[in-house]
T-cell receptor, first 112, second 116 residues
Framework: DGGITQSPKYLFRKEGQNVTLSCEQNLNHDAMYWYRQDPGQGLRLIYYSQIVNDFQKGDIAEGYSVSREKKESFPLTVTSAQKNPTAFYLC???????????FGQGTRLTVV | AQTVTQSQPEMSVQEAETVTLSCTYDTSENNYYLFWYKQPPSRQMILVIRQEAYKQQNATENRFSVNFQKAAKSFSLKISDSQLGDTAMYFCAFMNVGYNTDKLIFGTGTRLQVFP
């Protein structure tokens, strides 16, 4: 079945460590996104990519990095520079930037 | 800058009744899309309904319909015959279409509880 797969579902990180969240889609979508969700807030855009080998910063890109080497994959690295990384992270994709986004099931990251 | 406002943090409704969730947005653009997403306890974001700004007719999807008032910049979601499975967070979202378009902007959400 087509869809978006995020892994792992839960992730624990020690302070000072980098960690990478995986996002894979088999929908043949061009655009992919990473959002962060905190309690009481809507989704906030971290990074997005319109096409392979290209990506743009969203509203809260500091402390994060991404790559888009393949159309199907858009991994997010949470670096030690991110001061408050504990959150729920959602990956999404859309056929183009102008069509509705479909979401993965999310990764809950906790810093311990 | 575009913004999306959902002024109702929480709503409740009895099963089989109708409930309306409010959303307003701010933009100077004329061509855009509006969406309602549902996030149940599983936290999977699910698209409920979509509205193109150039269409005057309100979108409907089974028990879900919108009241799109472009001049008022209002985009409310009506859920008819509410079911227990409708219990979820509901997010209104906005996407500009045009030269400087690049992202989906979300409101802060409304938590809907459907009671038996």
């Amino acid at each position: 079945d087509g869809g978006i797969t995020q892994s792992p579902k839960y992730l624990f990180r020690k302070e000072g460590q980098n960690v990478t969240l995986s996002c894979e889609q088999n929908l043949n979508h061009d655009a992919m996104y990473w959002y962060r969700q905190d309690p009481g807030q809507g989704l906030r855009l971290i990074y997005y990519s319109q096409i392979v080998n290209d990506f743009q910063k969203g509203d809260i890109a500091e402390g994060y990095s991404v790559s888009r080497e393949k159309k199907e994959s858009f991994p997010l690295t949470v670096t030690s520079a991110q001061k408050n990384p504990t959150a729920f992270y959602l990956c999404a994709s859309s056929r183009t930037l102008y069509t509705e986004a479909f979401f993965g099931q999310g990764t809950r990251l906790t810093v311990v | 800058a575009q913004t999306v406002t959902q002024s109702q943090p929480e709503m409740s409704v009895q099963e089989a009744e109708t409930v309306t969730l409010s959303c307003t947005y701010d933009t100077s653009e004329n061509n855009y899309y509006l969406f309602w997403y549902k996030q149940p306890p599983s936290r999977q974001m699910i698209l409920v309904i979509r509205q193109e700004a150039y269409k005057q007719q309100n979108a409907t999807e089974n028990r879900f319909s919108v009241n799109f008032q472009k001049a008022a910049k209002s985009f409310s979601l009506k859920i008819s015959d509410s079911q227990l499975g409708d219990t979820a967070m509901y997010f209104c979202a906005f996407m500009n279409v045009g030269y400087n378009t690049d992202k989906l902007i979300f409101g802060t959400g409304t938590r809907l509880q459907v009671f038996p």
